[in-house]
């Protein structure tokens, strides 16, 4: 049984070790700050959430697991609340999404699809659309 | 030895993420980057305090996420009003 948990243990901790490094390398991947959002966003759900669930098996039914289990919840608390924030700010200042249009082959992108965004915009500000 | 390993791609990714934000065009690239550098922070905290046997840094890392959510969400509020006091019938 110790073994078994052990071995989990491992795989847990080394995929959540291998997401930290895609979300990390997909930081400096990516083109604008919307998509990098989203690759911040691998390392803290599925990195962090593999990698507390490991050290969890790790400490057993103890203090350490309950600790382990409310830094969890602080992660999947504040991760979007933060995300949120970013994206909002980052839409009020201005800063256009470059990957918005839909590039389907055979979709045309029509002006409707840009419109309702910066309607959207507008309307986050407190201005009616016209 | 998993402990390691796990710490290994953590200081990597941190070096990455750090590098984003040096690079970082816009304030949002840097603040996104200052949160991610937070998040690896904690979980760094969590496994290098498995790693030398001493899981009591984990309450650190608890008051170091607390901390990281204030931090990002002042540092956007000062970028977006240019003032941490920002009051609406001011106009500042």
């Known amino acids: ?130 | 030895m998993m402990f390691a390993a796990a710490t290994l791609a953590i200081l990597a990714a941190l070096a990455l993420v750090v590098s984003r934000a040096i690079l970082g065009p816009t304030v949002f690239d840097r603040a996104l980057a200052g949160n991610s550098v937070g998040t690896l922070a904690i979980l760094l905290l969590a496994v290098v305090g498995f790693l030398t046997g001493r899981p009591e840094w984990l309450d650190i890392a608890i008051t170091y996420g607390l901390l990281n959510l204030i931090g990002t969400l002042a540092v956007l509020k000062y970028f977006r009003y240019g003032d941490l006091a920002y009051d609406d019938e001011d106009g500042a």
């Open chain 1, 1 to 130: 049984m110790d073994l078994v948990i052990e071995i989990a243990s491992w795989g847990l901790i080394l995929t959540g070790s291998f997401f930290i490094m895609v979300g990390a390398v997909g930081m400096n991947r990516m083109p604008d700050v919307f998509t990098r959002m989203h690759a911040a966003s691998v390392i803290d759900t599925t990195g962090a959430g593999f990698l507390i669930f490991g050290l969890i098996l790790q400490a057993g039914f103890t203090l350490v697991a309950a600790k382990l289990v409310f830094i969890l919840l602080l992660f999947f608390f504040t991760g979007p609340v933060v995300s949120h924030a970013l994206a909002q700010a980052a839409l009020t200042a201005g800063v256009e999404p470059i990957l918005a249009d839909d590039r389907r082959p055979g979709h045309q992108a029509t002006p409707d699809d840009t419109a309702g965004r910066a309607e959207g915009v507008a309307a986050e500000q407190g201005e009616q659309p016209a």
